[in-house]
């Protein structure tokens, strides 16, 4: 057995024993990474394992095909198979590589280069997709001004709007100009009782696009800070599967239905975490 396989299964080993812990995750992306600068026939091979692992499926499907040898039985299956996955799923639904504490602090200093200012219910609107980036630039509806990140979740409000700033969202005008808000103020967990949050959350925070009315967390409280849209194999790689399930909102039933989610599936799971304690808690709904 060559070097490489070696460390691959002893690498998956951890991976499945530890139900895909961060640590686990992190250490086959590194591997991965390694793997995509060697030139060796084995590498490449391994690498296809690595790609499959992580959910890859498109890059497993294109490097398999490239190095795979078609008159092998075994290879074609695997061609067949992958080739199913690459063309429904891409990479879409690779597992994540969880952050160091270090990549969310560079991640932290881009987001004030791009002038992005700084959302306490929603801190990585970009990440998540609540803005999007243009390069030509786009005119916000409420200030004029050219912007080259735009809204692009749920604005509620009796005028359609098309571009949004993320200026004008955190300094309250857009919600003050159009009578809008971000979140709908009755779907709300109960248990904050400052009226100045309420109105930062739904004046002043970008909003995220559920199945379904987007319904927010709160904890201590005080309103929780939207992560992210997860299924149970993010919630396993970021270490947080049973922390979401020790939550009153969930019976047993919710609960296997969460522990069987999957990102961008008819169960959407939607992450949150308390800005006071840093419990995690989820939302879900249906399409
Ligand atoms: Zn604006
Ligand atoms: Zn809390």
Redesign the pocket.
């Known amino acids: 057995m060559n070097e490489y396989l070696k460390r691959y299964i002893e690498l998956k080993k951890q991976f499945v024993a530890t139900n895909n812990s961060p640590d686990s995750v992190r250490s086959l992306y590194a591997f991965k990474e390694e793997l995509e600068y060697m030139e060796e026939e084995q590498a490449k091979e391994v690498l296809v394992d690595v790609y499959d692992l992580l959910d890859f499926k498109k890059d497993a499907y294109d490097l398999l095909c490239q190095i795979g040898n078609r008159s092998d039985k075994k290879t074609l299956k695997r061609l067949g198979t992958l080739k199913d996955y690459a063309e429904n799923w891409g990479n879409h639904y690779a597992i994540p590589k969880p952050k160091t504490p270090k990549e969310k602090q560079s991640e932290k200093e881009q987001r004030l280069q791009l002038g992005l200012p700084t959302f306490r219910y929603h801190p990585d609107p970009l990440d998540t997709g609540a803005f999007d980036e243009s390069k030509e630039g786009v005119v916000?509806d409420?200030?004029?001004?050219t912007?080259h990140i735009f809204y692009t979740n749920p604005f509620f409000s009796i005028e359609d709007i098309a571009y949004?700033?993320p200026?004008?969202i955190a300094s309250g005008?857009?919600a003050r100009k159009y009578n809008g808000s971000f979140q709908d103020d009755l779907s709300l967990d109960d248990g904050v009782d400052n009226p100045e949050k309420l109105d930062e959350l739904i004046h002043r925070t970008p909003g995220y696009s559920g199945w379904q009315q987007e319904y927010w967390r709160a904890h201590c409280g005080d309103y929780c800070a939207f992560l992210g849209y997860v299924g149970a194999r993010e919630l396993r790689a970021l270490g947080v599967l049973e922390e979401v399930l020790d939550d009153s909102m969930w019976d047993e039933e919710e609960k296997e239905m969460i522990r069987e989610s999957v990102n961008g599936g008819h169960l959407q799971c939607y992450l949150f975490q308390c800005l006071h304690c840093g419990k995690h808690l989820l939302w879900m709904d249906f399409d």
């Not at 409420?142 to 001004?145: D, M, S, T, V």
């Open positions: 916000c409420c200030c004029g001004k912007t949004l700033c200026e004008c005008a857009a």
